[in-house]
Structures are given as structure tokens and as C-alpha cells.
């Protein structure tokens, strides 16, 4: 895991829940000191919801700067996934409130932001400790988010499986029917 260029203010961004069937998808941006260095710091999916939730607490501590945005289910139907998680992030980077050179993205896909240049960068989550940050800080968001929607709605189990399509989910919404969290033009089928 390495720093992208520390000559530079680079911010990193990432997103969590776009694989989901429910809830929104959440975006982090990042920049963290030339110098930031924690061993565990990963991509978010390869350390445990423990580590991650440790990894957080440090991250929002040492950070340079960060900040985590939203898009809604509702929003997600209109606009599309992807669109969703690009939107999400450009809602990130608008909260930073300071000087940016480059933003550097996890993933191939990703809108111009203002006139700020930015590069794709696949597996950047698992490459660059900026993005690697915001992908714990999307993800420890957007768990948290879950898991108090789970007291409204405890029929699908969102502390458990965060809205992602396990079996589990698929047969509770088979059985309860979608609320207005689900994603609605997403593909329900249990297989």
C-alpha cells in the first residue's frame, strides 16, 4: 500500500453498496498525510467489520481531510448505479472545502469533477492508501446507516447482511414484499 504522489494533495475516493439491493450507496473522499502508514489499511472488503470499524476511528483522527455522502435508493432508480456512486463521491469531494490536485478513483469509471484532473485506477482500493481509507470509510458508513434501518425493517436481517442479495434477503423479500429502501429495478430473482 502505497502514497500516490506526495509532492501533490491527492484525494482518494471510493464507494460501498453498489452491489446492494437496499439502501443507499455511500461515498467517501480522502486525503490522508504523505506519511499516514497502518498496516492494517486495505481494501475495506478484506478486513473484518472489527478491523474496519478500528481502521475508521484512525483514518477520521489523521486525515487530512474527509467526508462521506449518500445517494438514496429513489435517486439510484432515477439516475442508475453507477451514476449513483459518481454522484455520491462528487458529493464527497464538494464537502472537502480545500485545495485539490488530483483525485484518484477506485474503479474505471468516473465524471469530471470541476477542473480537477482525476485517474480511474482499478483495484486502487488495494493499491493506494487514500482510496484504501475511503473504502473503509464508505463502508463503515453505510453499515452503520444499515444497521439502524434494520430496527424499522428486522424481517430482512440489514444487520446481518447490509442489503446485499444473500439467500436470507432474497426469501425475505420474498415473503414481506419491498419497502422503500429496496432498489427496486433491481433483479430479485432467488436462485
Not at 430496527?151 to 447490509?162: I, L, R
Request: charged fraction near 25%.
Amino acid at each position: 500500500m502505497k502514497t500516490y504522489n506526495s509532492k501533490i494533495i491527492v484525494c482518494g475516493c471510493d464507494e460501498a453498496g453498489r452491489g446492494c439491493l437496499a439502501g443507499p450507496v455511500f461515498a467517501a473522499a480522502v486525503i490522508l498525510p504523505s506519511n499516514f502508514n497502518n498496516p492494517l489499511l486495505n481494501d475495506s472488503k478484506k478486513i473484518s467489520e472489527k478491523g474496519r470499524d478500528n481502521l475508521r476511528e484512525i483514518i477520521e483522527k489523521e486525515a487530512y481531510f474527509w467526508s462521506v455522502s449518500r445517494v438514496n435508493a429513489r435517486q439510484i432508480e432515477k439516475i442508475n448505479i453507477l451514476n449513483a456512486s459518481i454522484k455520491a463521491m462528487h458529493l464527497s469531494l464538494n464537502k472537502l472545502n480545500t485545495k485539490v490536485d488530483l483525485i484518484i478513483v477506485d474503479g474505471n469509471k468516473f465524471k469530471n469533477y470541476k477542473n480537477i484532473p482525476h485517474k480511474c485506477i482499478i483495484k486502487g482500493d488495494q493499491k493506494y492508501k487514500s482510496i484504501a481509507a475511503a473504502s473503509i470509510l464508505a463502508k463503515t458508513h453505510r453499515d452503520e446507516f444499515m444497521k439502524k434501518i434494520h430496527f424499522k425493517f428486522p424481517n430482512y436481517h440489514w444487520n446481518k447482511n447490509k442489503g446485499y442479495p444473500t439467500k436470507k434477503h432474497k426469501e425475505s423479500i420474498n415473503k414481506y414484499g419491498l419497502n422503500k429502501y429496496h432498489r427496486k429495478t433491481f433483479n430479485y430473482k432467488i436462485n
